[in-house]
């Protein structure tokens, strides 16, 4: 068996070590423009050129090296008709767990402000805020939301969560759709952005629905920054409405130098990092996807062309 390996960073060689663990026996091929791509039955890759689309017609899957798909959906109809297949978890629940639980508590226990009365030599206990009413809403009730729920719900936090379609989560108060965001907005705290990007997600986070957020609301979001309109967020923030925001992830990264963003004491910022992917765990999930396709048994994390995730 050939398998191309391929990140558009060039960063490959630590991959290309790891699968001679993940799937003993098996080779791997690159791939570098101007390229003709050698006969392979799978591509495991990130950030793909088109010339390299345009060869891959012929493999039996492409793997992804991450849980996002918008980076090769964007490609539409000059993507190959083969099946693409998204990382389900490969411990990134966990890491994203932990961020948002670390963001979550820092505004829950007051750090931040502790943190600024620090830097102004100033000892004043604050008041504690009442943890059931603290409801903490996740957007996006997959596999890396349902983890982040469930381990807020550890910590004593009221949670909500929101999906496209409706879902039964035990101890979750859930909704679904359109129709019911606002009613979900209005009843949180902490806002949890884990939703993928779609053309229904783009924009989703306006300055309307930002505001349908209670007073003093705050917004963790590590799922991808074109689902916030980061005008009406700054804008929000500034007037008091929004507390703060802890964001992992912009509409252009790296974030700008001159970006508002970080002039903004209340807004957090870290480099897209709240879940890397593990590489080992990525292969060996890969592994066993493989395994699946070649025993003809079905396989998770399809990615859905239409709905874009």
């Known amino acids: 068996m050939r398998i191309l390996l391929y990140r558009g960073d060039g960063q ?36 793909p050129s088109p010339a390299l689309l345009a060869q891959l017609g012929t493999v039996k899957a492409v793997f992804l090296m991450g849980a996002g798909a918008d980076a090769i959906l964007k490609f539409g109809d000059a993507l190959p008709p083969v099946p693409i297949v998204r990382l389900g978890d490969a411990g990134m629940a966990r890491q994203m767990a932990e961020y948002v639980a670390y963001a979550t508590l820092r505004y829950f226990r007051r750090f931040d402000e502790y943190e600024e009365q620090r830097r102004h030599g100033l000892w004043a206990p604050l008041p504690v805020y009442a943890r059931e009413e603290f409801t903490v809403g996740v ?12 381990t807020m719900r550890g910590f004593g936090f009221p949670v909500r969560g929101w999906s496209r379609t409706p879902k ?16 979900f907005l209005r009843g949180t705290r902490v806002l949890v952005s884990l939703l993928p990007l779609t053309a229904e997600t783009s924009n989703l986070l306006d300055r ?13 979001n590590v799922a991808r920054g074109a689902q916030v309109a980061e005008p009406d967020l700054l804008a929000l923030i500034r007037a008091g409405h ?13 974030l700008p130098a001159p970006h508002p963003f970080w002039d ?11 879940a890397v992917t593990l590489r080992a765990d990525a292969l060996r999930q890969i592994a066993d996807k ?9 396989v998770d994390d399809i990615v859905d062309r239409n709905l874009g995730y």
């Open 208 to 220: 309307r629905r930002l505001a349908t957020l209670p007073r003093g609301a705050y917004l963790i």
């Open 264 to 274: 903004e004491p209340r807004i957090t910022i870290t480099p897209h990092i709240s």
């Open 139 to 150: 957007m996006g009730l997959g596999k890396l939301g349902l983890h982040v729920a469930a």
């Open 12 to 47: 490959v060689g630590a991959w290309a070590e790891d699968v001679a663990h993940a799937l003993p026996g098996v080779a791997t091929i690159g791939w570098q423009e101007g390229d003709t791509l050698p006969a392979c039955d799978y591509a495991v890759l990130w950030n």
């Open 290 to 298: 493989i395994a699946a396709f070649e025993a003809g048994q079905p």
């Open 168 to 183: 039964e989560v035990a101890g979750v108060d859930c909704f679904a759709g359109m129709d019911q965001l606002d009613d």
């Open 242 to 254: 929004i507390a703060g925001a802890t964001l992992d992830v912009f509409r252009n990264e790296p």
